[in-house]
RNA sequence: GCCCCGGUGGUGUAGUCCGGCCCAGCAUUGGGGACUUUCGCUCCCCCGACCCGGGUUCGAAUCCCGGCCGGGGCACCA
């Protein structure tokens, strides 16, 4: 190699130069294409209202909001909210619940528009695509034309019935005339397209469902492909980037504008995500929260932003992340560990430590100094300037009980020696009422003997403390007494349990398990 | 059946367009260690990858051809 380029430097020197000299292009995230032709990068998000955005939706809203910020462009709200179908719902709450999602996100959009307001304007462009017989009213039966005519690419005697009786025709899909599937609007794509995903794909169809802001007003609806190919026009849309599950779509768009000549603004598409350890379906989350085995759609199990939020899950963790799998076709499947080793490393200095233990056994403590009425613990091990939290050591009935972690006291065998963290060193009894008796206050004992270090509660001030897990089950367990005076909303860590956040107090406090 | 898209360590990603700065970088996970009165944070170390086969070339993760494997579309859903 070297020698190689020692050769090249002697009979060609000028090919050295440009070579090493050549931008490299900078780590990270692509430039978008084509930004020049565009007076402002324009970029939307259109989520479909039909429930809060949750972890997988974050991807889009990450991605969009990063690139609007990168170009100092322009990001619009659109709620997608066409009337769906039986397994794709609106839901009205959602249409309140996606920006809490936003705003959490920090994402911030120039404006909000509600595709339902919309529908003159599609009407609009339907009737001059009829009449310039770039598309008609199919009433095949729906299943038939699928076989007999797409599958085989064979046009229907639809496709050649004149303007006049097409417009005919759309007047009684508006009108009524016509019912839910007796007819519907057809794009003439072509029947002879290699891809038979595209041939005269439906663009408006009749649906007699309510929709929750406008009512039965509309009884014909656009299709996702055709209300898009229109308004990313309308709303000067420049670059659009969202999963890959939209390429067919992003075809037929492409097509409705080569029939206006409208300039194509840019796509980008990206893989799909999947998430090795969490299930996201909102169907099942509407389902659940409606019959309220899950606590709402904050429930951990909904995975919404509502959700991390309750969890103190920061919401920059979950940007880095996202942002980390960049714009890649392939199909992923990653961890929410990458969010919490995130989560982690941006919080874990603001987190007052506790104690916590869930299933306590309780020790009777023996030979105790009488002098020792308290231990002393600090907020945070590596900020002593933050000071300590006192955990009492009350006597009652001369006894001087203390809680540790069930599993602690399987793990230390009978007469092992252990410290119980910032108080002291014991042995434990495993005498049919477990005690432990006092050894020494020492750390250095303990590291000397390298024995386990574990949290513990007294039991005269323990705090009932309930905690959500992230599988929405819940547990509960006691905390040393600083508790009660955290206040709601902070992020703290049980030592040797995990992090979490409180999220109420009153009446008793509940904390929302975040990671380990 | 017809169409489309992917394939770099366990996971994700950079590099691929414009072949040599790549015996492949980064992050995370896992393992080990330092620090530490937490199984947290921080720091250090280690394990670990270009799907396969041809071809072009002085030189291929990168270009060409052929396979293999995987994902997806073919809804009057978004």
Request: aromatic share 10%.
């Amino acid at each position: 190699m070297d020698e190689q380029r020692a050769e090249l430097a002697r009979i060609a020197p000028d090919l050295l130069g440009p070579a090493a000299e050549r931008k490299i292009e900078p780590k990270g995230l692509p430039d978008l294409p084509n930004v020049q032709a565009w007076p402002k990068v324009v970029m939307r998000l259109a989520p479909f209202p039909s429930g809060p955005l949750h972890v997988g939706n974050s991807r889009m809203v990450i991605l969009n909001d990063y690139y609007v910020r990168r170009y100092a462009g322009e990001l619009i709200l659109v709620f997608d909210d066409t009337i769906g179908s039986e397994d794709k719902v609106l839901e009205p709450d959602a249409y309140d619940l996606i920006p809490q999602g936003l705003d959490y996100l920090g994402v911030k959009c120039d404006r909000t528009i509600y595709k339902s307001d919309r529908l003159e304007l599609f009407y609009k462009y339907a009737r001059d695509l009829i009449q310039k017989s770039l598309a008609y009213v199919c009433t095949c039966n729906a299943e038939t034309w699928r076989k007999e005519n797409k599958a085989k690419g064979i046009p229907c005697a639809c496709r050649n019935t004149s303007p006049e009786e097409n417009i005919r025709r759309w007047e009684k899909m508006l009108d009524g005339t016509y019912s839910a599937k007796a007819a519907a609007v057809r794009l003439k794509t072509g029947m002879d397209l290699p891809d038979p995903a595209l041939r005269d794909h439906v663009i408006l169809r009749v649906s007699e469902t309510e929709h929750p802001r406008v009512g039965s007003r509309y009884r014909v609806w656009p299709l996702l492909e055709f209300s898009w190919g229109i308004d990313d026009h309308e709303l000067g849309i420049s670059h659009i980037i969202r999963g890959k599950d939209l390429v067919k779509e992003g075809k037929i768009e492409e097509l409705v504008w080569n029939m206006y000549s409208w300039k194509h603004p840019e796509l980008i598409y990206y893989g799909r995500l999947k998430f090795e350890d969490a299930t996201l379906s909102k169907s099942k989350s509407r389902r659940e929260v409606k019959i309220g085995t899950y606590s709402g759609w904050d429930d951990p199990r909904t995975w919404s932003m509502q959700s991390l939020a309750k969890r103190g899950i920061d919401p920059n963790a979950l940007k880095k992340v996202m942002l980390d799998l960049g714009l890649s076709l392939a199909d992923i499947s990653i961890s929410m560990k990458a969010v919490y080793s995130e989560n982690r490393k941006l919080k874990d200095t603001e987190a007052p430590r506790l104690f916590f233990v869930e299933f306590p056994v309780w020790l009777n403590l023996t030979r105790v100094p009488a002098d020792v009425v308290k231990a002393e613990a600090p907020v945070h091990p590596d900020f002593p300037e933050r000071g300590f939290r006192e955990i009492p050591l009350t006597r009652k009935a001369r006894k001087l009980i203390v809680g540790i972690q069930g599993t602690d006291y399987e793990h230390i065998e009978e007469g092992g020696i252990f410290r119980m963290k910032d108080f002291a060193n014991f042995t434990l009894q495993k005498t049919p009422t477990p005690g432990a008796l006092f050894h020494s206050r020492e750390v250095e004992r303990i590291r000397e003997a390298g024995a386990p270090i574990i949290q513990w509660v007294p039991k005269e001030a323990a705090v009932p403390v309930e905690m959500t897990l992230v599988d929405g089950k819940k547990i509960t367990g006691l905390a040393e007494p600083a508790i009660s005076r955290i206040p709601v909303g902070t992020f703290v860590q049980f030592e040797r349990v995990g992090f979490g956040r409180v999220f109420e107090a009153d009446p008793s406090i509940r904390v929302a398990f975040a990671h380990k």
